[in-house]
């Protein structure tokens, strides 16, 4: 309990003195506030988008996103990871294919997305779960190659089959990767996001970053920003709760 609220209490005070140094560098006339607005600035156009009813329908609108994305990504990233980790088929007819995918930013592959897909939800989804997908079979298939060797065999002097070595002893014993793979997949979910939402999209966070660009209207463009920090470390936090939960004999 004091462990947790000492790192709270640093997390408060980090804050605090971020947005400190922030007042003072742009309240105090060091740069022009047209390009680093204030924080009173800030808040005033987050109020205001939220008046508008534009703050909470494009984060609905980005999270759903971001949801079905990962959801997507994340689910062929395991089952895709343990195969090419355990199954020499697979292994050898995908790993150097997805190998040479990894290298590939999101962003790239937005033209041919909206190609393929129109500037409708599926480009989105498609940049998303991609991203996410390279992330957890990673992770994934680092973790189940290597499954100690011991475990195997023991598992087999016990009389298992491969379908109880499989789910009972790979699985576990590769869940601290595949949760580190779906921790890392969330975090670039929401960086793909933004990639897909500034091509081809007349809504989202990252459209509206866009949009507030265009206009220069910076104090619209830190909202976002710090709406996609929030959203982020929130979402992190919770896996690592899950983690600490699911995968106890490992440290999140």
Do not use: C
């Not at 003195?17 to 009173?40: D, E, R, Y």
């Not at 973790?143 to 379908?163: D, E, K, Q």
């Not at 809504?203 to 206009?215: E, K, M, P």
């Amino acid at each position: 309990m004091e462990t947790h609220l000492k790192k709270y209490g640093q997390l408060v005070m980090s804050l605090m003195g971020v947005v400190a140094i922030w007042w003072i560098v742009s309240g105090f006339g060091l740069v022009n506030q047209n390009l680093f607005p204030t924080p009173p600035q800030v808040l005033a156009a987050a109020v205001e988008l939220y008046k508008d009813g534009v703050l909470i329908s494009d984060l609905q609108i980005s999270l759903k996103r971001a949801g079905i994305g990962f959801a997507i990504g994340s689910t062929l990233g395991v089952l895709i990871g343990l195969l090419t980790a355990r199954v020499f088929a697979f292994s050898v007819a995908l790993e150097p294919f997805l190998t040479l995918l990894r290298p590939i930013p999101a962003i790239a592959l937005v033209p041919i997305a909206i190609v393929w897909f129109g500037i409708g939800e599926g480009s989105k989804y498609f940049v998303i779960s991609y991203t996410v997908f390279l992330a957890v079979w990673l992770n994934t298939h680092a973790g189940a190659s290597a499954v100690a060797g011991t475990y195997i065999r023991a598992a087999r002097s016990l009389g298992a089959n491969r379908f109880r070595e499989f789910f009972e002893v790979v699985v576990p014993a590769a869940a601290p990767h595949i949760v580190v793979g779906l921790r890392l997949g969330a975090a670039l979910a929401f960086l793909s996001l933004v990639a897909a939402e500034l091509s081809g999209a007349s809504s989202g966070i990252g459209f509206r970053l866009q949009d507030a660009r265009q206009f220069i209207q910076t104090d619209r463009m830190f909202v976002g920003l710090i709406e996609l920090g929030i959203l982020g470390a929130l979402l992190d936090s919770v896996f690592v709760i899950i983690s600490r939960r699911l995968v106890h004999w490992e440290s999140a």
